[in-house]
């Protein structure tokens, strides 16, 4: 027995670096497994930047009908929830998740690849209402609507449309007068949305300030930065644009004007004289502006521009993004004055250079 233990000993010491070298190998092997399985373990059970905060704001996403899981997550990443479409790919892949609903989804900042996953899986939005903010559209008008569709009060929707405690910068730095109808007139961007019946007002105007939010780009902000202007006055004239023009074609000519008439140093060209505001002051929302005769010009009210010279408390409608960028993209021209058309039957306008013009256009159709 002493004998075989001597021999084993023996045996250990002439093999012993080979024994250290297998060892070490069996450990590291072991160690990259381990490793290897904790990793892919925390891959698939917890998203490594996605932190839960208690004060994150919830981001609503608008999947459209028939989008791809590439399409989710593309979307995922725009509104920012996501900071890559890799995981979400591959982990949607691996949990067998790929046909989703369409609908509006509302999901908290921080939520974890799965999180978002079980939320998208569980489409909780068999009730969903396709919804189109016609752009030009008032708050009071897109409030009706939303009653009409079930979605939720038009008083709601009103009330919500004034407040300003939305986690959104650009909201916040409204400066709103006592006189402003809507706070957020102007800032509800239009386009077709798909929104949960009985939805919470505030949860519908975040649907339509996150869309307004992606179609503010950095190369939008930029330009409104270099106008002088603020985003509020921009979106003011675009809404009197979106509501002065019938065809888009004129929305550059008569952006053009309009910032030739601010620009101008007689007094009174620094009266718009837009009978959209008119319509607006008076919530005559139904009536073209032909509607509006010598007689509502005296009408008080802020809005009205034939009373009051410059800008109007706020907006007067949600205008499109095309109307936005004429303000910022305007022609050059030097127009100053504006009428209808007369020689045309679609919608278009006739521009005047000088008062003379105008008057003299204006007395050949009458």
Not at 100 to 107: A, D, H, L, R, T
Not at 241 to 258: R, W
């Amino acid at each position: 027995m002493i004998e075989l233990f001597n021999r084993f000993i023996a045996w250990i010491a002439r093999n012993l670096k080979k024994i250290i070298t297998a060892a070490g190998i069996v450990i590291l092997i072991a160690l990259i497994f381990t490793t290897a399985y904790s990793a892919g373990y925390h891959f698939m059970k917890a998203d490594p930047y996605a932190a839960k905060n208690p004060e994150a704001r919830t981001i609503s996403i608008d999947v459209p009908k028939n989008a791809t899981g590439r399409d989710i997550a593309e979307l995922l990443v725009k509104r920012g929830l996501l900071k890559d479409t890799y995981e979400f790919m591959v982990k949607a892949r691996m949990s067998g998740a790929s046909d989703f609903k369409y609908g509006v989804y509302y999901i908290d900042e921080g939520s974890s690849v799965e999180d978002i996953l079980a939320i998208l899986k569980e489409g909780a939005q068999s009730d969903v209402v396709p919804f189109h903010l016609i752009a030009g559209s008032t708050v009071d008008e897109i409030a009706e609507q939303l009653e009409e569709n079930d979605i939720c009060s038009a008083s709601d929707f009103k009330k919500a449309c004034n407040m300003t405690a939305y986690d959104i910068q650009l909201v916040r730095e409204i400066d709103a007068s006592d006189d402003r109808r809507y706070i957020l007139e102007g800032y509800l961007m239009p386009g077709t949305y798909h929104i949960i019946k009985d939805s919470s007002a505030t949860s519908v105007v975040k649907v339509f300030l996150d869309d307004f939010l992606t179609a503010y780009t950095g190369s939008l902000q930029q330009k409104i930065s270099e106008s002088g202007y603020t985003l509020d006055e921009i979106l003011i004239m675009a809404s009197v644009v979106q509501e002065e023009c019938a065809l888009k074609t004129d929305y550059g000519t008569f952006a053009s004007m309009l910032l030739n008439r601010m620009h101008n140093y007689r007094e009174e060209l620094s009266f718009w004289n837009m009978p959209s505001t008119v319509l607006y002051a008076q919530h005559r929302s139904e009536d073209n502006i032909t509607s509006v005769t010598e007689g509502d010009w005296s009408y008080v009210s802020r809005y009205n521009t034939y009373l009051n010279p410059g800008f109007p408390p706020g907006p007067i409608s949600n205008p499109s993004i095309d109307a936005i960028k004429a303000v910022l993209y305007p022609e050059d021209t030097d127009y100053l004055y504006y009428e209808i058309d007369y020689n045309n039957q679609n919608g278009a306008r006739h521009f005047s250079r000088t008062e003379q013009e105008h008057e003299e256009y204006l007395s050949s159709q009458s």
